[in-house]
DNA sequence: TTACATAGTGTTATATTATAACAATTAAAA
DNA sequence: TTTTAATTGTTATAATATAACACTATGTAA
């Protein structure tokens, strides 16, 4: 539990309230009223609140989005899942996948530090 | 086995022979001498060869890599391992991966249609 | 062959995403 | 306190990606 300095408490509640994942430069413009006013503190911010694991990027959409699972502390295995057509991203939690990836070995027998997956289709909405 | 137009073939021999994923502009570096000019036309090649399997885009690096397993007809299902230290990618080849994720279902027992992971890591090399 | 549709190309301009470099300020730890 | 690390503010610029339009090649079907 980290307390936050003023930018990132700013965007990280900007995006905590967001219903789906904000990409960089419209967290920019929501927070300007606020005197954030230059992109580089925009990704400031967000590279340290996804270091704490705060927040996650979806990397397919260059997109940000609040933890979830308030057990992120940190962001090393995240999975989500995207709709093709409205883009909703949910946080999926599962203990079954994580500890399968968690555990999972190459046929070098590697085991990885880190993972991110992101799975695509539609949603129920979209279905 | 589709047939590439001449834009794709030149992009996708360039990329099925470097050692590394490459990025959109070292591709347009590297073909200009063949008449490729534009990023344009570098990036639709790109989508097409994506789009049929030849070639995959590591979303984490912006990068592209030639398909490693001759059986990706289409890139529905994706699985890297990526080195922190060197940027070395590897094509994951797992069946039982594979297997484990195109039948994971979410709480709500939404199947999905597509997925890409990426592990991070250290390969042998770098550890 | 001719007509038509589809896919690919070439080109210019521009949009979007992200980082470099430097100076100043604030918070924390020794 | 003093000194170290983290954060902020600012300008400029780099890197990644798409829009719009005109044209050309290729495949298919009458
Ligand atoms: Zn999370
Ligand atoms: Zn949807
Ligand atoms: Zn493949
Ligand atoms: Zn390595």
Redesign the interface.
């Known amino acids: 539990m980290q307390t936050l300095s003023k930018n990132q408490q700013i965007i990280f509640d900007l995006i905590d309230k967001s219903p789906e994942p904000m990409k960089a430069y419209a967290i920019l413009f929501n927070v300007q009223k606020k005197g954030i006013k230059a992109p580089l503190q925009v990704y400031r911010a967000l590279d340290k609140l996804v270091e704490i694991g705060k927040i996650h990027k979806i990397?397919?959409r260059n997109a940000f989005i609040a933890c979830q699972n308030s057990s992120c502390q940190v962001s090393k295995a995240t999975a989500f899942?995207i709709c093709e057509i409205c883009e909703k991203v949910?946080e999926?939690s599962?203990s079954s996948?994580s500890k399968?990836?968690t555990n999972?070995k190459?046929?070098?027998g590697?085991?990885?530090?880190?993972?991110?997956?992101?799975?695509?289709?539609?949603?129920?909405k979209c279905r």
Request: with cysteine; glycine share 4%; hydrophobic share 30%.
């Open positions: 990397e397919s899942s949910t999926i599962s996948l399968y990836l999972f190459d046929k070098d590697m085991k990885y530090s880190k993972y991110n997956l992101e799975f695509f289709g539609l949603c129920k």
